[in-house]
């Protein structure tokens, strides 16, 4: 068994969109300083690193990320990388032909595709690349439930219509951007990717795991216990 984490170190020289709230850390406390213990604070972006976005941010009164179930984003998934110029949009002919029989076989509900066009999540670059609407619609009507990429968006970063966002909403998926995928190669693997349960967050960020050689799987529809009077 082997774990894989996706998810970019968090600091000051994190990249986030232009405009954005970067990521700060600001400490209230320190042994350094004579303090009995460490403590600090944060502001930042919630589309930081690696993270889910809700439908609260690309529909107007769409659920917050702290509404969406949790079996999303656990359980098992296919990952496969794909051959894009940088700013291109990923379709359906760039999926390897295991990733086709994976997905039109119906064997996995959850796909994480890397691109390797944004390499370094510390050097901002506007070119990344992006994923076609069709291709959306063509993993939704395969039974896919969750999308995931390596760039800060499933969109270019200039785009206002957010088509492909738009495509999410309309088949209701779970996505993850700015996971980082190098280094791991296309196959079944098991994910959990929870993002953190942020009231009526636009997004969620998360610690992705994938682990290797588990073969375990949750619906992504299972019934889960919460902790306070709300719920899924």
């Known amino acids: 068994m082997r774990i894989y984490d996706l998810s970019p170190r968090l600091s000051e020289r994190t990249g986030v969109f232009p405009g954005d709230v970067g990521f700060r850390r600001e400490t209230a406390m320190s042994f350094e300083a004579g303090h009995h213990l460490a403590?600090?604070?944060m502001t930042t972006t919630l589309h930081i690193g690696s993270h889910a976005d809700s439908p609260g941010h690309y529909v107007r009164r769409g659920a917050g990320?702290?509404?969406?179930?949790?079996?999303?984003?656990?359980?098992?998934?296919w990952v496969t990388s794909v051959a894009v110029e940088r700013g291109e949009r990923v379709a359906k002919s760039h999926l390897s032909e295991a990733t086709l029989a994976a997905i039109e076989g119906h064997q996995v509900s959850r796909i994480l595709i890397g691109t390797g066009t944004f390499p370094d999540p510390e050097q901002w670059n506007s070119d990344f690349a992006s994923l076609q609407p069709e291709l959306i619609h063509w993993l939704a009507d395969h039974g896919v439930v969750l999308i995931g990429i390596d760039t800060p968006s499933v969109d270019p970063e200039t785009s206002?219509?957010?088509?492909?966002h738009a495509a999410l909403a309309a088949r209701d998926l779970a996505v993850l951007e700015g996971i980082c995928l190098s280094?791991?190669?296309?196959?079944?693997?098991?994910?959990?990717?929870?993002?953190?349960k942020i009231a009526d967050g636009d997004a969620g960020?998360?610690?992705?795991?994938?682990i290797e050689g588990f073969d375990g799987d949750v619906a992504h529809d299972v019934p889960v216990t919460v902790c306070e009077d709300g719920g899924e």
């Open 39 to 41: 403590l600090s604070a």
């Open 65 to 77: 990320i702290d509404r969406r179930a949790l079996g999303l984003y656990v359980g098992q998934c």
């Open 160 to 164: 206002k219509t957010l088509e492909a």
């Open 183 to 196: 280094g791991v190669s296309e196959g079944r693997y098991f994910l959990s990717a929870a993002p953190l």
């Open 205 to 210: 960020p998360l610690r992705a795991l994938l």
